[in-house]
């Protein structure tokens, strides 16, 4: 029996962020996109994936494309501010999918959305061009990532911040954006044996005393966050090593005094 709803042949996929999305959401985009593209009597079938924390990521939504009968899916990047190590590492890892899976799809790439006052205006004007000005994946070379990311970057520190929903919610994100600033100024943060890694995090379980962050390899766990600690931390403990006891949450014992046996 033959569906009575022709799979249409040309699917769009916005690729963007999970989170940390500056208040974009992608799947409203997508939705944004398809009524303009309805308004102007087109269908075209609109996915989203995301390139961060939680599916679907892009290989299970090209497959299941793929698996639906499309013959050409459009990729836009639609994270604002656009994430340049995308443009490195994206053209490849598609098409060591498409290699891999063996698809018959063609996938193309379409250039990252630029910042812009009306985004699904600007999604629409990379839609909407000529997709044969952009080239099938396969052209480029396979590859799930680059010569440089096998490494591990050297590095003294890790400071892991959480921004789960309770850190979120009191203010994690900019005391993220502070700690960012002020190591920025520190060229020993920045590089060498000393660098410090940030990272976020989803949440760490003492909500109570977020935001709070954790600073490995030393176990140091600092909450009740302000702009004021985070300078402190900087400059005590990630410049000087010597952290202020009054801004320590808690300690955990070195790993020698937790063995067993
Ligand atoms: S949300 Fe940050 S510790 Fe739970």
């Known amino acids: 029996m ?20 500056q208040g974009q959401n992608v799947k409203a985009l997508a939705a944004a996109l398809a009524d303009l593209h309805a308004a102007r009597g087109e269908t075209v079938t609109m996915r989203t994936a995301h390139a961060d924390l939680c599916g679907p990521a892009l290989p299970a939504v090209l497959a299941e494309l793929e698996r639906a009968g499309v013959t050409e899916a459009l990729v836009i990047p639609s994270m604002v501010p656009a994430d340049p190590s995308l443009s490195a590492w994206l053209p490849g890892a ?16 379409a250039p990252p959305v630029e910042s812009a006052l009306d985004l699904p205006a600007a999604l629409d004007r990379i839609a909407a061009g000529p997709a044969e000005r952009l080239a099938d994946v396969r052209e480029t070379d396979p590859s799930l ?15 892991f911040v959480c921004v789960g929903a309770r850190c979120l919610h009191r203010g994690a994100d900019a005391l993220y954006q502070r700690l960012r600033e002020a190591m920025k100024g520190h060229r020993a943060l920045n590089a060498g044996p000393r660098r410090v890694m940030c990272a976020r995090t989803s949440c760490l379980y003492p909500c109570n005393r ?10 140091v766990w600092y909450g009740d966050l302000t702009p004021e600690r985070i300078d402190r931390i900087v400059h005590d403990h990630l410049l000087t090593g010597c952290p202020s006891k009054e801004d320590v949450l808690h300690r955990n014992p070195p790993p020698e005094e937790t063995a067993m046996g």
């Open 94 to 109: 598609l098409s060591h999918w498409a290699g891999t899976q063996g698809a018959g799809m063609t996938v193309r790439l």
């Open 210 to 219: 977020g935001p709070l962050l954790v600073v490995q390899p030393d176990a």
């Open 2 to 21: 033959t569906s009575s709803h022709p799979v249409p042949v040309r699917a769009i996929v916005l690729y963007g962020r999970a989170s940390f999305d």
């Open 145 to 159: 990532g680059k010569p440089g990311w096998s490494a591990i970057p050297e590095h003294g520190r890790q400071v």
